[in-house]
C-alpha cells in the first residue's frame, strides 16, 4: 500500500487490501519516527485510489504526522485546504477559516482547536443519545469544571480561586442567608450578584440593583425606602423604593461601604424586623428580599474609625465570598479575553483571533481595572483591528511588561532587567515560582528572558 496524499485528517491510498472491517489500521513509516499505527475508515474507492478518514491518535504521533506533513508543503499562493487565494499565512484563510500560520510551533493544537466542531460532526452519525449526553456531560463537569447548574455564564475560569468562588455561590445560593460580596473594582461583583439570584429559590422574583456610591445621599433614603406624597419638596407623588420593588427576590446593595451612617442604622434595622418605613410615612410595611451586599473597601477599617456600624458588619457578614482580582488568576485571563472577542464576533458576524503577541501581553498586565478592564480592551482591539487578528498595539497593551509590585517600576530599584534577575534569584531560577511573583505567564518570563539576554544556564 502507498500514500499519494496525506493529510492530517485523511489520506489518499493506493493498493488497499478489498478485505477490511469498518476500522483498520495502518502502519506508515513516518522519516525520523518509524513506523506508526493510525486507526482509519474508508470513505470511498475511486480509479486514482482509495479516501480514507483518519482518526485522532495520541499526541507525540500527530505532532510526527504534522511534522512529516510540514516539511513536504508546497510552498503556494493559495490556501492547501480549499484553495482559495491565499498568501499572507500569517492569520486564517479568508473562506474557510482554517489557521495557516505554519511555521507556529503552536500549529497542531491551534488547527485542532479549529476543526474540532467539524471533526465531531463527522462522527455524529455513529453517536446515540446516550453517548452524546455523556460527551456533553465530561465536558462540562471535568475539562470546564462546570457543574449543571453553572453560577453564570460570564464566570470564565478554571483557577483554583474562581473554582472556589463557584463552589461557595452554589452552596449558600439556595440559602436565605445574607452574602457580603469583597473584591475590588471590576471583579465580578454584580455578576456573582446576579448568579446568588439565579441560582436561588427567588429566581422568578425581582432581582433590583443599587449602587450606594452613586447616589446623593439627600436622594438616597428615598431611593432605597421609597417616599410619601408630600414628604419633600418634588414628591408629587408616593413611590416605591427599591426595597419593595424587591420583595420577593434579591437587593444587590453594591458600595455598601459608602452607605451613610443614618442609612447604617436603617438598614440595621430593617436586617432585624424585615419592615421598610417609606419616607414621610408613619406605617412601615413588611418586605420579604434577600440582600446581597458588596465593597471594595477595607471595612475592618473603616469600622475601627468609626465611619462603618459593627453590629451592620456582622448582619451583613453571614456568609463572605472573596472575589479574586484578574492578576491572581492566571490563565483565566486568556480565557476571558478569548470568551469576550468570541461575544464580540458573534454580535457583530465578524470573527477574528488574537496574535501570539497579544496573547502573551494580555498575560503580562497588570490589570488593575480587572475583568471589566480586560472586557474594554478587548472590544478597543476588536474595532481597531486592521485584518483578522488583534496585536497588543490594538488593545494599547505594551509587551513583555512585567507585572510586579508597585515599587519594583521606581528608578532606586534599577531597571527592569536587574529586577528580573533579582526575582529570578530569589526563586532559585525556579520560572513557574518567579513568574508567580511577577504575576506573569511562565511565557511571558521566558519573554523577559530573552528580551534581556539573562543567561538561561540556572533556569529551571
Not at 102 to 118: D, G, P, V, W
Not at 274 to 281: A, H, I, T
Not at 348 to 368: Q, T
Request: overall charge positive; some cysteine; aromatic content about 8%.
Amino acid at each position: 500500500m502507498t500514500i499519494s496524499e496525506l493529510s492530517l485528517s485523511g489520506a489518499l491510498v493506493n493498493g488497499l487490501s478489498t478485505q477490511l472491517g469498518e476500522l483498520f489500521a495502518i502502519r506508515p513509516t513516518i522519516p525520523g519516527r518509524g513506523k506508526v499505527e493510525l486507526l482509519a475508515r474508508l470513505v470511498r474507492q475511486a480509479e486514482n485510489g482509495a479516501a480514507i478518514r483518519l482518526f485522532y491518535s495520541d499526541q507525540d504521533t500527530m505532532q510526527a504526522l504534522w511534522e512529516h506533513i510540514k516539511g513536504n508543503l508546497l510552498q503556494t499562493d493559495t490556501c492547501p485546504y480549499c484553495d482559495h487565494p491565499d498568501d499572507s499565512r500569517d492569520g486564517s484563510c479568508d473562506k474557510c477559516n482554517l489557521y495557516l500560520n505554519f511555521s507556529n510551533k503552536n500549529y497542531l493544537e491551534r488547527h485542532i482547536e479549529n476543526t474540532f466542531a467539524q471533526r465531531l460532526n463527522i462522527r455524529l452519525s455513529r453517536l446515540n443519545l446516550e453517548h452524546i449526553q455523556k460527551i456533553i456531560h465530561f465536558v462540562d463537569s471535568k475539562l470546564l469544571k462546570i457543574q449543571h447548574r453553572s453560577p453564570d455564564k460570564e464566570f470564565v475560569g478554571t483557577s483554583p480561586c474562581m473554582l472556589s468562588v463557584f463552589s461557595m455561590i452554589r452552596k449558600v445560593a439556595p440559602t436565605e442567608m445574607s452574602v457580603l460580596l469583597l473584591g475590588e473594582s471590576g471583579t465580578g461583583k454584580e455578576v456573582t450578584a446576579r448568579s446568588l439570584h439565579n441560582l436561588s429559590t427567588r429566581r422568578e422574583g425581582p432581582f433590583v440593583a443599587v449602587n450606594c456610591a452613586a447616589i446623593p445621599e439627600t436622594l438616597l433614603e428615598a431611593e432605597l425606602f421609597g417616599y410619601e406624597k408630600g414628604a419633600f419638596t418634588g414628591a408629587y407623588a408616593s413611590r416605591k423604593g427599591k426595597f419593595e420593588s424587591a420583595d420577593g427576590g434579591t437587593l444587590f446593595l453594591d458600595e455598601i461601604g459608602d452607605l451613610p451612617a443614618p442609612l447604617q442604622a436603617k438598614l440595621l434595622r430593617f436586617l432585624e424586623d424585615r419592615l421598610v418605613q417609606p419616607v414621610g410615612s408613619a406605617l412601615s410595611r413588611k418586605i420579604d428580599v434577600r440582600i446581597v451586599a458588596a465593597t471594595n473597601c477595607d471595612l475592618q477599617g473603616a469600622m475601627a474609625q468609626g465611619r462603618f456600624r459593627t453590629d451592620l458588619f456582622y448582619r451583613l457578614n453571614s456568609f463572605t465570598i472573596k472575589l479574586p482580582p484578574l492578576r491572581e488568576r492566571g490563565e483565566d485571563r486568556v480565557r476571558l479575553a478569548r470568551y469576550f472577542l468570541e461575544k464580540f464576533s458573534h454580535s457583530e458576524n465578524k470573527f477574528l483571533d488574537f496574535s501570539d503577541e497579544a496573547l502573551e501581553a494580555i498575560g503580562a498586565h497588570s490589570w488593575p481595572g480587572n475583568v471589566r478592564e480586560l472586557e474594554n480592551k478587548v472590544r478597543r482591539g476588536f474595532l481597531m483591528a486592521q485584518g483578522r487578528v488583534i496585536d497588543p498595539e490594538c488593545m494599547e497593551l505594551e509587551l513583555g511588561r512585567p507585572v510586579a509590585p508597585a515599587e519594583a517600576g521606581s528608578a532606586s530599584r534599577g531597571s527592569q532587567k536587574e529586577y528580573v534577575v533579582r526575582v529570578l534569584e530569589q526563586n532559585d531560577y525556579v520560572i513557574a515560582k518567579a513568574a508567580r511573583q511577577l504575576n506573569i505567564s511562565r511565557p511571558s518570563m521566558y519573554a523577559l528572558i530573552k528580551k534581556h539576554g539573562i543567561s538561561r544556564d540556572n533556569v529551571k
